[in-house]
């Protein structure tokens, strides 16, 4: 059984930062692409990162490049989402996932599993 729990969410004014943590168990963490989607109220579940398995690779919502980084440690099984100069726009329940193959990295079908979320509310 994998299992994806995040951490790291929560309040902070606009134009702060905040470090998302997502700890994983379960099958081999190396052997899988990680990302963060999100969610905000009423909206559709957005892409927002992703990273290859060994972390030589990025891809990013055009919103957020330059503003966040994603990066992982697979020593700790862990995979992070630094977010700097954040917006109201950015607030949402932040949701890590492991990929499960080939295929999309933006797509969330194209994920197996995914954490109970982290809730990231920026103010004006």
């Known amino acids: 059984q994998v299992q994806l729990v995040e951490s790291g969410g929560g309040l902070v004014q606009a134009g702060g930062s905040l470090r998302l943590s997502c700890a994983a168990s379960g099958r081999t963490f190396s052997n899988y692409a990680m990302a963060w989607f999100r969610q905000a109220p009423g909206k559709e579940r957005e892409f927002v990162a992703a990273i290859s398995r060994s972390g030589g690779d990025t891809y990013y919502l055009d919103s957020v490049k330059g503003r966040f980084t994603i990066s992982r440690d697979n020593a700790k099984r862990t995979v992070f989402l630094q977010m700097n100069s954040l917006k109201p726009e950015d607030t949402a329940i932040y949701y890590c996932?492991?990929?499960?193959?080939?295929?999309?990295?933006?797509?969330?079908?194209?994920?197996?599993?995914w954490g109970q979320g982290t809730q990231v509310t920026v103010s004006s």
């Open positions: 996932a492991q990929k499960g193959g080939l295929g999309s990295y933006i797509r969330s079908d194209y994920y197996d599993y």
